[in-house]
């Protein structure tokens, strides 16, 4: 039996886009990630393996923060430079979001998370994945350019 060529290719691009789409969208995460990690006045990540249930909640608020908008980026996007570019913006927002909170609305924030204040990281992640949110639903009502 053979197998024609458009098919083939066909079902190799089901195959790959995804995993491009998926790879762009995590690194995306990894870079976010990675900005708002260097952009505390703390190790996060050591107070994490501490123990710190404060920092742990701080941490996750922000990867789902991140991941929400990010993740309803291939249907509203049609090429990878709209990816990418649309990416960065989420990038943008999430971390002014995050930096206006923690230095300007709530400033003691910064200090309650390694205090292990659990009030001031659950207040602080609320307000996070409440922008990803409104992100993800802003870009879900987005049609693609």
């Known amino acids: 039996m053979r197998t024609c060529p458009q098919y083939t290719m066909k079902g190799l691009r089901m195959l790959l886009d995804p995993l491009l789409h998926f ?4 690194f995306a995460w990894l870079v976010g990630m990675g900005v708002y ?3 505390q006045p703390y190790p996060e990540i050591r107070s994490v393996r501490e123990g710190n249930g404060g920092a742990a909640i701080s941490f996750a608020g922000m990867a789902l923060g991140l991941a929400l908008p990010l993740s309803v980026l291939p249907p509203v996007t049609e090429s990878l430079m ?6 960065i913006l989420v990038l943008i927002i999430q971390l002014w979001v995050w930096v206006f909170v923690a ?9 309650g998370v390694p205090a292990q204040r659990t009030s001031a990281s659950i207040a602080l992640a609320g307000v996070v994945v409440s922008t990803g949110l409104l992100s993800a639903r802003a870009l879900a009502t987005t049609e693609a350019a």
């Open 23 to 26: 790879g762009i969208g995590f």
């Open 37 to 39: 990690l260097l952009a």
């Open 82 to 87: 709209q990816i990418a570019s649309v990416a």
């Open 103 to 111: 230095y300007v609305l709530f400033p003691g924030l910064r200090k």
